[in-house]
């Protein structure tokens, strides 16, 4: 199975600061990636797919990038509602696995 | 509006059964593929099975291969989980998403709201 590694784990930061999060795949899956976002006791919630495509009604601030076994998500300017936890994922086999999720906290 | 609303959790004992059902609504419900996700409480997404438009493939994980069956019943919308020999290491909220398209290989773009199963003696 391919293997998805999310860095950091635990992100502080504050309202208004840029932020990237990390993923990275054990064997390469061209741009067959989604980030999600998850809030406590809720379902997650589509972001990006393909790596970089912005899904529909997801604010402009998110921003996916990357290829092969390296992507990043960035959110420019945080705001309140976007502290949560987010997902990576890898959809390139059947067998689609997840990276273990970095939590974004208010500092 | 896509709707997907999961039932049958509950609590069982170690070595039980459950049918979980994922009642789908609001898009042509068989001409995506299906997948169950699970969560281990505060845990991360682990992918559990997934299954074609119609039926005839069906792909689970490593953990719960030979135990757990995906099904699907197109004429009633409906998603299965069929769980035996249930561990205590499969308690989890249980989701289930659609997939964007008729492919088990691409990504979910809707869940549920989840239904959570308790293994404990």
């Known amino acids: 199975d391919i293997q998805m590694t999310q860095s950091p784990s635990t992100l502080s930061a504050s309202v208004g600061d840029r932020v990237t999060i990390t993923c990275r795949a054990s064997?390469?899956?061209?741009?067959?990636l989604a980030w999600y976002q998850q809030k406590p006791g809720k379902a997650p919630k589509l972001l990006i797919y393909e790596a970089s495509s912005l899904e529909s009604g997801v604010p402009s601030r998110f921003r996916g990038s990357g290829s092969g076994t390296e992507f990043t998500l960035t959110i420019s300017s945080l705001q309140p509602d976007d502290f949560a936890t987010y997902y990576c994922q890898q959809y390139n086999r059947y067998a689609h696995t997840f990276g273990q999720g970095t939590k974004l906290e208010i500092k | 509006e896509v709707q997907l609303l999961e039932s049958g959790g509950g609590l069982v004992q170690p070595g039980g059964s459950l049918k979980l059902a994922c009642v789908a609504s609001?898009?042509?419900?068989?001409?995506?593929?299906m997948t169950w996700v699970r969560q281990a409480p505060g845990k991360g997404l682990q992918w559990v099975s997934s299954?074609?438009?119609?039926?005839?493939?069906?792909y689970h994980s490593d953990s719960v291969e030979g135990r757990f069956t995906i099904s699907r019943d197109n004429s009633k919308n409906t998603l299965y989980l069929h769980m035996n020999s249930l561990r205590p290491d499969d308690t989890a909220m249980y989701y289930c998403g659609k997939s964007v398209d008729i492919a088990v290989t691409n990504y979910i773009d809707h869940w549920g709201q989840g239904t959570l199963v308790t293994v404990s003696s």
């Open positions: 299954i074609t438009i119609g039926g005839h493939g069906a």
């Open positions: 064997q390469s899956i061209t741009t067959w």
């Open positions: 609001g898009f042509t419900f068989d001409i995506h593929a």
